[in-house]
């Protein structure tokens, strides 16, 4: 039975715009064209495919991927693998933008109580895993906090040039203490090379660290950008909003130093633009 394309959109509940779509692209063509009018028919055995195709469109997969997906022959093993799967992606969907709700909702209640914008904008998020290399040391005391990273900054720089090695992401300092201190800081300093780079660095000959750090669902984060000095206010606000929020402390807090090197030349950067971020969990 053949269908003029305006019964064909009605039986399919697919509007004619999309069905000339569908066609242009390839992935469902009607099953007669007349060649002087251009007038399109369609096959009531096509309606099955048409229905495939939005079963995978409503899942969430783009044209593209129903264009490989379509001539498969599902089963329903594998169609509610698909639909677990899309369930999966949409409960950690609604997790995050419940994350996010409660986020504006705390800021606007702070603006309420303070009558002003506060000063970082604090959320969370997932991270990949990557590849580090690092040093680590104990700085005795906070104020010699900025010699033991340049004299840790430069060692590490010396040592992956000598390697050969090359950093592909940002300089990021980590801070293992549990608590405060302002004596006896456990600090690692390191940055980010390929997962393949790793295996060039001997582990016993080599004044450097490396590890894989994994992958997180939930970071709290914040960007700061200012006077170096001044980066402990934004380190003070993430804790705050942590605690504030339910959220536990899971892992050490970390900057990542997205402007380059803070350390260079001697020198260290008087405003760099630093992300902090801390581990955390509910």
Same mark, same amino acid.
Request: net charge negative.
């Given at each position: 039975m053949m269908l003029k394309i305006g019964d064909f959109s009605k039986v399919g509940k697919v509007s004619i715009r999309m069905l000339r779509h569908y066609d242009q692209i390839g992935i469902f063509k009607p099953?007669?064209? @007349?060649?002087?009018? #251009?007038?399109?028919?369609?096959? &009531? @055995? *096509? =309606?099955?495919?048409?229905?495939? /195709?939005? $079963?995978?469109?409503? =899942?969430? $997969?783009?044209? *593209?991927? +129903?264009m490989e997906l379509v001539d498969e022959q599902l089963s329903i093993d594998e169609m509610k693998r698909l639909l677990q799967k899309k369930q999966f992606d949409l409960e950690n969907e609604i997790s995050?933008?419940?994350?996010?709700?409660?986020? /504006?909702? @705390?800021?606007?209640?702070?603006?309420?109580?303070? #009558?002003?914008?506060?000063? !970082?904008? &604090?959320?969370?998020?997932a991270t990949d895993s990557y590849g580090y290399v690092s040093q680590r040391k104990? +700085?005795?005391?906070?104020?010699?906090?900025?010699? !033991?990273?340049?004299?840790?900054?430069?060692?590490?720089?010396?040592? =992956?040039? +000598?390697? #050969?090695?090359?950093?592909? #992401?940002?300089?990021?300092?980590?801070?293992?203490?549990d608590d405060y201190s302002e004596i006896d800081l456990d600090v690692e300093v390191g940055t980010v090379i390929e997962f393949a780079a790793l295996q060039k660095i001997p582990e016993q000959e080599s004044l450097l660290?490396?590890?894989?750090?994994?992958?997180?669902?939930? +970071?709290? !984060?914040l960007m700061y950008s200012g006077p170096i000095e001044e980066v402990e206010q934004g380190v003070i606000e993430l804790l705050k909003w942590v605690g504030l929020n339910g959220w536990q402390i899971k892992g050490p807090m970390r900057e990542l130093h997205l402007s380059g090197p803070i350390h260079s030349k001697g020198l260290v950067d008087p405003n760099p633009i630093i992300e902090l971020q801390l581990p955390v969990e509910k």
């Open positions: 099953a007669y064209i @007349d060649n002087q009018t #251009g007038y399109r028919s369609y096959s &009531i @055995d *096509q =309606l099955p495919r048409l229905n495939r /195709i939005k $079963f995978l469109k409503d =899942l969430g $997969f783009s044209l *593209q991927e +129903v995050m933008a419940q994350i996010n709700l409660k986020t /504006i909702m @705390d800021r606007l209640k702070l603006i309420e109580n303070e #009558g002003n914008i506060p000063k !970082f904008d &604090i959320s969370i998020k104990i +700085v005795p005391y906070v104020n010699q906090m900025s010699v !033991f990273c340049y004299d840790m900054c430069t060692s590490l720089y010396r040592e =992956l040039d +000598v390697l #050969g090695i090359t950093a592909i #992401g940002p300089e990021t300092t980590y801070y293992h203490n660290q490396t590890r894989i750090v994994p992958a997180e669902e939930h +970071v709290a !984060f």
